[in-house]
């Protein structure tokens, strides 16, 4: 069965600063996709950046990119320029063969003045 | 815009209650899915339905069942409800795409927080 795991339960950035979330994962499957997930206090869960295992160039979303390192199983999101607005739970998940998402336990962000 | 709409965002129950969480979608998606949110547990799956009246267990399907009967709708049912089900209730669905193969952004509700007394 896959895994995800994301070990820093809480961190903190500054506005302006770079952050750094990490993700690792497990699996067997050659052909899968990687996402990281925001959900805003008391708000839906939206998509931030999605990567695809067979692309080796690394997905990139305005402020969001990711580091991608397949064979360490890894999925890293740096986002840049932190805004009050990326305050949130940060989920990675991994999806394979099947449509259905194994998520991480999520890491809560807090962007501070 | 996908919308994705869940019945009530805040739900009090009493223990041995049936309880029913109605999740709809309006981009004819084929992919509907039941999560539940616990601190520190991240989002695990309960059940997810690929077509209407079709329906595959997730990784924790005990205490729960589902009903899809018509595609845009995926109600999920608490036969008794029980203290240990208390929880954040997420759906969500997908688009299955033209190989069928996973990769499909999914798309959340605004969540139902279900409370058992």
């Known amino acids: 069965a896959q895994t995800v795991t994301q070990s820093q339960p809480e961190m903190s950035v500054q506005e302006a600063e770079t952050v750094t979330l990490s993700c690792t994962y497990d699996?067997?499957?050659?052909?899968?996709?990687l996402f990281w997930y925001k959900q805003p206090p008391s708000r839906q869960m939206i998509l931030v950046i999605r990567?695809?295992?067979?692309?080796?160039q690394n997905a990139t979303e305005n402020r969001f990119s990711v580091n991608f390192q397949k064979a360490a199983k890894s999925f890293s999101l740096k986002i840049s320029d932190s805004q009050l607005g990326d305050t949130a739970m940060y989920f990675c998940?991994?999806?394979?063969?099947?449509?259905?998402?194994?998520f991480g336990t999520g890491t809560r962000l807090q962007v501070t003045l | 815009d996908v919308k994705v709409t869940q019945s009530s965002r805040y739900l009090v129950k009493r223990t041995g209650e049936k309880v029913f969480l109605e999740c709809v979608q309006d981009?004819?998606?084929?992919?509907m899915f039941w999560y539940r949110q616990d601190p520190g547990l991240g989002l695990r799956l309960i059940y997810f339905?690929?077509?209407?009246?079709?329906?595959e267990k997730g990784d924790i399907p005990e205490g729960y069942s589902v009903s899809r009967e018509k595609k845009e709708r995926f109600s999920l049912i608490l036969e008794s409800a029980s203290t240990n089900q208390t929880s954040m209730y997420l759906c969500?669905?997908?688009?299955?795409?033209?190989?069928?193969?996973?990769?499909?952004?999914?798309?959340f509700g605004p969540g139902t927080r279900l409370t058992v007394l």
């Open positions: 969500a669905s997908s688009s299955r795409g033209l190989a069928g193969v996973g990769g499909h952004e999914q798309f």
């Open positions: 699996t067997s499957e050659s052909n899968y996709y």
């Open positions: 990567q695809e295992a067979y692309k080796q």
């Open positions: 998940a991994y999806t394979g063969t099947a449509s259905k998402l194994t």
């Open positions: 981009m004819d998606h084929e992919n």
């Open positions: 339905s690929y077509d209407v009246k079709m329906k």
